[in-house]
C-alpha cells in the first residue's frame, strides 16, 4: 500500500472537513488503497481519531498555523522531519484554508524525504509542489471547505469511491443515553472558539428557556473550561452536561439530538459529521458558504453582510456585535421548529447559494 500523509494543521473543525478527501485518499489508486496517516495540530488530534480510514494520527504545532505559536527552534522542526521520515511515508497531500499556503509544510515534508507532495498555492511553488492547483483559476475559492479539500485530493490523484456522497462521517459513535436520558431533545452549545462567534449567552438562556416551554427538551453541551457558561445557558429548564463529554461522547449527544444549535464552530461540523441538523449562529468573520454545515438541513441565523464580513477577526471589530446581537431567541425557537419539521427556510438556501436537502439521516459508521 502507499502510504499518505494527509495534513490539516488547524482545528478540530478544520479536520472534519477534510474527511472526504481523506476517504478519498484511502481509496487509492488504480484498485490499490492507500494507508492514510493524519498530520494535524493539537486541537485536531481528537477529531483525526474520529476520521473513518484515517490509519494513523501524528500530532505537530505549526508555528505558523497555532495560536499561541510554539517558537521556532531546530529541535522543534526536527521533532516533525523525524516523525514524518520514520513513518515512510511516500506522498502528501497538503489540505489548506483560502488564507494559508502549504510551501513552509512543503519544504518541511522535503527535508523528511517525502518524494511526491500535492497542494494549492497562489504562489511558486518551485520544487516543493509535484502537484500545484491554482486557487481562483483551477477552482473556486468560494466553495465549501470540505470541497476544497476533494478538490486538492482529485488533483493528486484520488477519488472518493463509487457510493461515497462526500458527506462529513465519523467513525462509530458511543450511545449517550446515560448523559441525555430518554426522549427527544435539542442539542445547545454556546461556547466557541474565538468571542466574536459567540452568541450571548443570557440570549442562549432565553432560547432554551422558550423550547422547553414549546414542548422541548434541551441538552446544553460544552467543554471543561466552559461549565459557567453552560450553567448559565441551562438554568433550571435544561440539562447541562458542560464538561461531562469529550469529543467522541459529544458526538453521540449530537447524534442524538433532533436539532442541534450552536455558532460557527468544531461542534456544527462534529453535528455535520453525524448528520443532525443544525441552527447555526454564524457571525460572516468567515463565508458561510465555504464554513457552514455541510450537506445537512440548515437554518443560519445572523447578519452575513454585517460590517465585520469577512473580516476573519477573533475579537468582534464592531460596537454592539450586530451580526448575531439582532438574532433574538424567538428566531431559534422558529428555526429549531421549521427543521424538526423538515422544512429548512428559503432564507438560508438563497444566503449559501445552494440548497439542503431535508433529511434525517445519520452519517456515521
Keep these: ?19 472526504p ?22 486541537q485536531g488530534a481528537d477529531a ?5 480510514h484515517v490509519d494513523r494520527v501524528l500530532v505537530w504545532a505549526a508555528p505558523w498555523i497555532v495560536d499561541p505559536a510554539p517558537k521556532v527552534t531546530e529541535e522543534h522542526l526536527a521533532r516533525l522531519r523525524e516523525m514524518v521520515a520514520g513513518a515512510e511515508v511516500d506522498e502528501a497531500v497538503i489540505l489548506t484554508s483560502f488564507h494559508q499556503s502549504p510551501l513552509p509544510l512543503a519544504l518541511m515534508l522535503r527535508l523528511a524525504g ?50 461515497d456522497d462526500g458527506r462529513l462521517r465519523v467513525r462509530e459513535v458511543p450511545d449517550a443515553s446515560a448523559l441525555v436520558g430518554e426522549g427527544p431533545y435539542v442539542a445547545v452549545h454556546p461556547g466557541a472558539a474565538v468571542p466574536a462567534r459567540a452568541w450571548p449567552p ?45 469529543l467522541r461522547s459529544l458526538a453521540g449527544v449530537l447524534a442524538g ?13 462534529l453535528a455535520a459529521a453525524v448528520g443532525a441538523p ?14 457552514a454545515p455541510y450537506k445537512v438541513p440548515l437554518e443560519l441565523l445572523g447578519n452575513q453582510n454585517a460590517p465585520c464580513r469577512l473580516s476573519r477577526a477573533r475579537v468582534c471589530p464592531v460596537p454592539g456585535h450586530p451580526c448575531l446581537a439582532g438574532v433574538e431567541p424567538e428566531d431559534v425557537v ?32
Design 21 to 42: 478527501a481523506g476517504r478519498a485518499v484511502a481509496a487509492g489508486r488504480g484498485g490499490r488503497p492507500s494507508e492514510v496517516l493524519m498530520l494535524c495540530g493539537p
Design 334 to 365: 422558529a428555526a429549531v421548529e421549521r427543521l424538526a419539521a423538515g422544512v429548512p427556510s428559503l432564507g438560508t438556501r438563497r444566503q449559501l447559494g445552494r440548497g439542503t436537502r431535508p433529511t434525517t439521516e445519520r452519517w456515521f459508521e
Design 278 to 291: 443544525v441552527v447555526s449562529l454564524f457571525a460572516p468573520v468567515g463565508p458561510a458558504i465555504r464554513w
Design 48 to 52: 483525526a481519531g474520529l476520521l473513518p
Design 1 to 19: 500500500m502507499t502510504r499518505v500523509l494527509v495534513a490539516r494543521l488547524d482545528s478540530a473543525g478544520d479536520v472534519l472537513l477534510a474527511g
Design 202 to 246: 443570557l440570549h442562549h438562556a432565553a432560547a432554551v428557556e422558550l423550547l422547553t416551554a414549546a414542548g422541548h427538551r434541551v441538552v446544553v453541551t460544552g467543554g471543561p473550561r466552559e461549565r459557567e457558561l453552560t450553567a448559565t445557558v441551562a438554568g433550571t429548564a435544561g440539562l447541562d452536561l458542560g464538561g461531562r463529554t469529550d
Design 114 to 163: 517525502v518524494r511526491r507532495i500535492s497542494g494549492a498555492s497562489t504562489d511558486y511553488a518551485g520544487s516543493l509542489l509535484d502537484v500545484r492547483l491554482k486557487p481562483g483559476e483551477d477552482f473556486p475559492e468560494d466553495q465549501p471547505g470540505a470541497e476544497r479539500a476533494l478538490a486538492i485530493a482529485r488533483a493528486a490523484g484520488f477519488a472518493l469511491p463509487p457510493g
Design 257 to 269: 439530538a433532533s436539532v442541534v444549535v450552536t455558532g460557527n464552530s468544531g461542534p456544527a461540523h
